[in-house]
């Protein structure tokens, strides 16, 4: 039987190296938050680790409430799970997280949290959780999901996967390196004419989008987007001309709609006109899919079914932020969604879900996307958990 023993958390205060600018919100310094849970694994007391930034508005992105407001409501909610935790048990990793995922889910309703906002909390448990039981077992994440020592029951959350474990998905072993999908930032420089004077951070490393691309040999891209069509359209087109000639035609972005369009038919309209761009012709062979162009608000509506049915010439389109529940990935796939992101913060359990019910997508042929996104995310634990997962 698993119970949680004891919790330290510890708060770092940390300033970007530059400012960030993602959605409503720019990013120059933010707490760094690490959750240290000792656990008792059947007689073994093992002790996991935890950690994520704490970045205001994405959980809610309220524009009218203040930052520290929305830093403490993380710190709440990791609190609250952690409180919860401590009352009870399980006989496996899977089914101490199902216990804990609905009574903060329960909790969250009463107090009228977002799930989004209140399964951050659930993360930090279930990541410190599932380290503890690797080390415990001296296993790898990739192991221990193919052993399914974590006790996994997929049925148990989606009837339709019964019978299906994660080595049914799963590579035979994982792999030995990755794309690193470089993200540009809303304000990010270009080029170095985008450099005021007194920006440049002379401490040796790039900084510009064509330093970077020479320096680390980048090759993946996230670019954001914020529907303003012609600031879009020109740094679309400043970038473009860019990846061409740093990459020579070798590469591969995504696009991240940052919830900007607040009603269906102004993002169709918005990429339609991109599209027809002839300076960006040579940008949309290389396009991998749309990250959650519309606001939660209305991501999950009828409406959009009705504009899937309308566009079918539309790229693969994924949910990000409109990932918060268990039912949220079925819902967009019936919409006409392609996929959605993973972060260890949404959760590692729903995501493995959530890669099962795109497996048995892929494998009857339709679209079935899974992007690897975390955090914003800092070493060395929540940087080095989240290329884990």
């Known amino acids: 039987m698993i119970t ?32 240290r849970l000792t656990f008792d694994l059947d007689g073994t007391v093992q002790t996991g680790l935890a950690a994520d930034l704490l970045p205001p508005k994405w959980f809610t992105k309220d524009p009218a409430r203040g930052l520290a ?78 052993e399914n020592l974590l006790g996994i029951h997929l049925e148990l959350m989606q009837p339709a996967l019964k019978g299906m474990t994660p080595r049914n998905f799963l590579p035979a072993a994982p792999p030995a390196e990755i794309f690193a999908r470089h993200t540009v930032g809303l304000s990010d420089p270009i080029t170095a004419g985008d450099l005021a004077a007194g920006e440049r951070v002379e401490d040796g490393l790039p900084q510009t989008l064509d330093e970077c691309i020479r320096f680390y040999g980048l090759r993946h891209f996230k670019i954001k987007i914020n529907g303003e069509a012609a600031r879009d359209r020109d740094r679309l087109t400043r970038m473009a001309a860019v990846l061409e000639g740093e990459c020579g035609g070798d590469y591969a972005f995504s696009l991240d709609g940052n919830e900007s369009f607040h009603d269906v038919p102004s993002f169709a309209d918005y990429f339609r006109r991109l599209v027809a761009e002839p300076a960006l012709g040579a940008l949309w062979p290389h396009l991998l899919y749309v990250e959650q162009p519309w606001h939660r608000s209305v991501a999950l509506s009828p409406a959009i079914g009705e504009l899937a049915r309308a566009w079918p010439e539309r790229p693969p389109i994924i949910i990000d932020e409109s990932d918060a529940e268990l039912t949220s990935l079925p819902t967009a796939l019936e919409l006409g969604y392609a996929g959605t992101s993973h972060k260890n913060c949404k959760g590692v359990f729903k995501s493995v879900i959530n890669a099962a019910l795109l497996a048995r997508r892929r494998a009857a042929g339709l679209p079935a996307v899974l992007s690897g996104e975390d955090l914003g995310n800092v070493g060395p634990i929540s940087v080095t958990q989240d290329l884990a997962t």
């Open 4 to 35: 949680l023993k004891s919790a330290e958390l510890f708060r770092l205060e940390l300033r970007a190296r530059m400012p960030f600018r993602y959605g409503i919100a720019t990013m120059t310094d933010v707490p760094l938050l690490v959750a």
């Open 69 to 146: 407001d929305e830093i403490d409501a993380m710190l709440r909610v990791i609190r609250a799970a952690i409180g919860h935790a401590r009352a009870m048990s399980g006989a496996t990793p899977f089914a101490f997280w199902r216990e804990l995922y609905g009574v903060q889910a329960a909790w969250a309703a009463r107090e009228k949290l977002p799930p989004l906002l209140s399964n951050f909390g659930t993360s930090f448990v279930e990541r410190a959780l599932i380290h503890a039981v690797c080390r415990a077992r001296g296993a790898t994440l990739a192991t221990a999901l193919r």
